[in-house]
């Protein structure tokens, strides 16, 4: 799949600020800080369509992004941001259950973690929930620039064995620094959206 067109179509809060639910949405789960904005700008090609900021917390509403004018890619706030206010932490479990409930066009929910790390308890957690709302099968393990080919497959394992991932789903390491695994995930994704 080639993007050669990219717009901010929503930015919601609510359920009422969504657009139609009328095509194919693909969204991007993680933690705040992981890079999902940074990822969607690197799908895209453009620099800033998607706010990236170096402080956590910089997305705070789903975004909604409309893609060769076919589907869209939704950037869903992150979490495990410890600085955000107790009510915010709460609302942001809210508008995600409102977001995943019921969304006809809603095809995959890719979870984005940090190949560093081993999985937190809330990705974890947000891993059961996209599973038990029936969008799992792709996950991203970001920031692939800060580790060796080494050790890349290691931890791509732990991952794998602590989010509890099936056989059949996969997980595609990708730096968008060194702007490489991306390919493998517009394919898959370009999968989702021609069926
Ligand atoms: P929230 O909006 O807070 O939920 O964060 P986010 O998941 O959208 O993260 P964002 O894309 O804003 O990136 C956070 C930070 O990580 C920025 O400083 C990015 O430059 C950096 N970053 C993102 N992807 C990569 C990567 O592949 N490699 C490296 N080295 N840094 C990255
Ligand atoms: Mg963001």
């Not at 933690?31 to 990822?39: C, H, I, T």
Request: glycine share 6%; proline share 3%; hydrophobic share 35%.
């Amino acid at each position: 799949m080639n993007i050669t067109k990219s717009e901010l179509e929503a930015v919601a809060v609510r359920k009422n600020q969504y657009p139609e639910d009328n095509v194919k949405e693909i969204a991007f789960a993680g933690r705040s800080n992981v890079g999902k904005s940074s990822l969607l700008n690197l799908l895209v090609n453009r620099k800033n369509l998607a706010r990236v900021s170096g402080s956590p917390g910089k997305t705070r509403t789903i975004n909604f992004y409309r893609i060769n004018d076919q589907f869209r890619i939704v950037d869903l706030p992150g979490y495990g941001y410890a600085k955000v206010s107790k009510s915010i932490s709460e609302g942001w479990g809210d508008m995600m259950a409102q977001y995943l409930e019921n969304r006809q066009g809603l095809t995959k929910v890719i979870l984005l973690v940090d190949i560093r790390h081993a999985p937190s308890e809330q990705d974890i957690k947000m891993s059961e929930y996209i599973r038990h709302y029936g969008y799992n099968g792709i996950v991203v393990a970001t920031k692939a620039d800060k580790v060796s080919r080494n050790e890349m497959q290691k931890l791509l394992n732990v991952i794998r064995k602590d989010l509890g991932l099936l056989e059949d789903e996969i997980i595609i390491p990708v730096s968008t620094l060194k702007r490489t695994g991306y390919d493998k995930l517009l394919e898959e994704m370009d999968k989702l959206v021609a069926k």
